[in-house]
């Protein structure tokens, strides 16, 4: 675990962020809100990790919705939010696989997962499912002690263990392609709207092959939502390794300065 500065809003993922059709489209969830954000980790500890007094807020709108709902809602503690290596993708992976949970990674682990090296530290490892390996998936992460941490809409929760890593979860509901109102075909809709062919990628974490996002998705994805430094940097990488185009939103926003032209 290592001690970084926390800001006071979690930043959601970037299915949970955007609104754009490319993205999330979609019109399947266009304007909903987070249900919850972690707030208010004590800057004053100075014990390694992230520290809380208070356990995050795990009210819902609906909190007897089937599809919402808190099972084991976290208890009232103090809480260390660890970082997420490459020897705890591997363990939750294979964890997961033995239970017939198959998995898609996204988010930082998804980039470097492309990169084919671990680029920068992850706060959180973000995986999505298919929508009909959810029970099997909530059951094999209960018995290694991974409880609700935050929901972030019917499709897209966040679960946290003892140790404080983070696995942010997104669903896709393989049984059905639809199209879209912007003409793109998408998985749904008992899930996130990805677009059909986004989780084709394939990549590689402390030498295990693992199935992710492909770069231009996630490259896309990156510009429905106003990037920061990291963003950038994530979205470079991938430009740089799979000859994509920087996208001219990292130019806007001055994180992205061209290199100069050398005379002859």
Known sequence: MVSLPFKSTAKPSLHARSTVRHWIGRDAIRGI????QVAGYSSSNQQTGKQRSEPPHTGMTDPHSETCRLDHPVSKHNWTVAMVNASDVVELLGRLEACGVNVWLNGGWGVDALLGHQSREHEDLDITISAGDRAAYT???EVVGFRTFRVDNAFNWVLIDGRGRSVDVHLVDFSETIVDGAGAAIYGPAGLPFEVGSLEGRGIIADKPVKCETAEF?????????PDETDYRDVLALCRAFDIE??????????????????R
């Open 33 to 36: 809100p987070r249900q919850e």
């Open 139 to 141: 059951a094999a992460m």
């Open 218 to 226: 996630q490259v896309r994805g990156h510009t429905t939502y106003t």
């Open 246 to 263: 920087l996208p001219p939103i990292f130019g806007t926003l001055g994180l992205h300065q061209p290199e100069p032209t050398q005379e």
